[in-house]
């Protein structure tokens, strides 16, 4: 297992350096770059200008563009080739060194660190009340499999599953948050403008209450996947001889599925961990961001794109692959610790 473990480690640069290469390819081909991000915002506001002065022989714009692309792409370091820009950003990247943003007068690591307690709180706990709920009702839809409850749940989580995230998101605004029905739920933020005005039981009040349409959104959708992958799980070991010979040595259900068969079914749902957490803090709140206006990761990463911020978007991706891969080799950790007769000793030849 130590061997399965350094060779994982080892090959942790190696995906980061192909992650970086191929989007870094990519990028550089897609057209409307930061330069001209810039000169077309600057254009608008000359436009502006020039439609709301009384002078007829406004020149706002004149001489100016040359120049200042010019300027512009010595200051984005565009002057210097694109393979010497990749291996320097590689270079500064293993030294955690991942420059400022373009357009805001901060580093990357202050934008995501003001960003990611939005995004932790929504993914932490839409990934809590996921697991909480599916897994107990996963079980039971296997031990009840083909009964009126397990048609009737297929039903609500298959409904949940196919309405898409952000038109739950916005039907919920319109239902609780002061459109034709009701206003219950506070419509944008998570605290509110008296946050620190209120007391530590008030405080958590207001923060949960901020949490609960969004959350839910995001709860709501991933809620199926894990269901069913449990109840396959379950009824998959429910039908092995082991549990057959338990229950002829007459062992109560309950005893053979909470000593038995519980270990073995909750393998592949322990292994789904990672990926859940990962989709739900990078990108599964992305669209939930943006309708309930939380000023996350994945809003930041969305509008870092539209702008072709190179900075917080290589960035972002870094930081992001690095955490995925490392989550990726704790669950496989943490398969070997509930069931260390898994040693992935096949990986390593």
């Given at each position: 297992?130590?061997?399965?473990?350094?060779?994982?480690?080892?090959?942790?640069?190696?995906t980061?350096?192909?992650?970086?290469?191929?989007?870094?390819?990519?990028?550089?081909?897609?057209p409307?770059?930061?330069?001209?991000?810039?000169?077309?915002?600057?254009?608008?506001?000359?436009?502006?200008?020039?439609?709301?002065?009384?002078?007829?022989?406004?020149?706002?714009?004149?001489?100016?563009?040359?120049?200042?692309?010019?300027?512009?792409?010595?200051?984005?370091?565009?002057?210097?080739?694109?393979?010497k820009?990749?291996?320097?950003?590689?270079?500064?990247y293993?030294?955690?060194?991942?420059?400022?943003?373009?357009?805001?007068?901060?580093?990357?690591?202050?934008l995501?660190?003001?960003?990611?307690?939005?995004?932790?709180?929504?993914?932490?706990?839409?990934?809590?009340?996921?697991?909480?709920?599916?897994?107990?009702?996963?079980?039971?839809?296997?031990?009840?499999?083909?009964?009126?409850f397990d048609?009737?749940?297929?039903?609500?989580?298959?409904?949940?599953?196919?309405?898409p995230?952000?038109?739950?998101?916005?039907?919920?605004?319109?239902?609780?948050?002061?459109?034709?029905?009701?206003?219950?739920?506070?419509?944008k933020?998570?605290?509110?403008?008296?946050?620190?005005?209120?007391?530590?039981?008030?405080?958590?009040?207001?923060?949960?209450?901020?949490?609960?349409?969004?959350?839910?959104?995001?709860?709501?959708?991933?809620?199926?996947?894990?269901?069913?992958?449990?109840?396959?799980s379950?009824?998959?070991?429910?039908?092995?001889?082991?549990?057959?010979?338990a229950?002829?040595?007459?062992?109560?259900?309950?005893?053979?599925?909470?000593?038995?068969?519980?270990?073995?079914?909750?393998?592949i749902?322990?292994?789904?961990?990672?990926?859940?957490?990962?989709?739900l803090?990078?990108?599964?709140?992305?669209?939930?961001?943006?309708?309930?206006?939380l000023d996350?990761?994945?809003?930041?990463?969305?509008?870092?794109?539209?702008?072709?911020?190179?900075?917080?978007?290589?960035?972002?991706?870094?930081?992001?692959?690095?955490?995925?891969?490392?989550?990726?080799?704790i669950?496989?950790?943490?398969?070997?610790?509930?069931?260390?007769?898994?040693?992935?000793?096949?990986?390593?030849?």
């Amino acid at each position: 297992m130590k061997q399965y473990f350094l060779k994982r480690l080892l090959f942790i640069p190696l995906t980061l350096f192909g992650i970086l290469l191929t989007n870094f390819i990519f990028i550089q081909m897609a057209p409307g770059g930061p330069v001209e991000q810039v000169l077309q915002n600057i254009e608008k506001t000359n436009q502006t200008e020039a439609s709301i002065s009384k002078d007829s022989f406004y020149k706002g714009a004149d001489g100016i563009e040359s120049s200042l692309r010019q300027e512009l792409i010595v200051q984005f370091g565009f002057n210097e080739s694109a393979p010497k820009r990749f291996l320097k950003m590689v270079k500064d990247y293993l030294r955690f060194d991942f420059g400022k943003s373009f357009y805001q007068d901060k580093t990357v690591i202050q934008l995501i660190l003001e960003k990611m307690p939005v995004s932790i709180s929504l993914g932490l706990w839409s990934t809590f009340l996921i697991y909480l709920i599916s897994i107990p009702l996963g079980i039971k839809k296997a031990l009840y499999h083909t009964s009126s409850f397990d048609k009737i749940t297929n039903g609500v989580l298959i409904l949940g599953y196919a309405i898409p995230s952000f038109l739950l998101a916005v039907f919920l605004i319109i239902l609780f948050c002061g459109g034709s029905y009701w206003n219950i739920f506070p419509l944008k933020g998570l605290i509110s403008d008296n946050f620190e005005t209120l007391s530590f039981i008030g405080k958590t009040r207001d923060y949960f209450w901020h949490l609960i349409l969004p959350v839910g959104t995001m709860t709501l959708g991933g809620l199926a996947g894990l269901t069913f992958l449990t109840k396959n799980s379950f009824l998959e070991e429910l039908h092995k001889n082991y549990v057959l010979t338990a229950r002829a040595k007459g062992l109560q259900k309950k005893q053979v599925l909470y000593r038995h068969v519980f270990r073995n079914a909750m393998l592949i749902v322990i292994a789904g961990f990672p990926s859940t957490l990962i989709s739900l803090l990078f990108t599964g709140s992305v669209l939930t961001e943006v309708i309930f206006s939380l000023d996350g990761l994945g809003l930041l990463g969305f509008e870092s794109v539209l702008n072709r911020d190179y900075p917080v978007i290589f960035g972002s991706l870094y930081i992001f692959g690095l955490l995925g891969l490392l989550l990726n080799l704790i669950s496989d950790l943490t398969y070997h610790f509930v069931d260390p007769r898994i040693t992935f000793k096949e990986n390593l030849s």
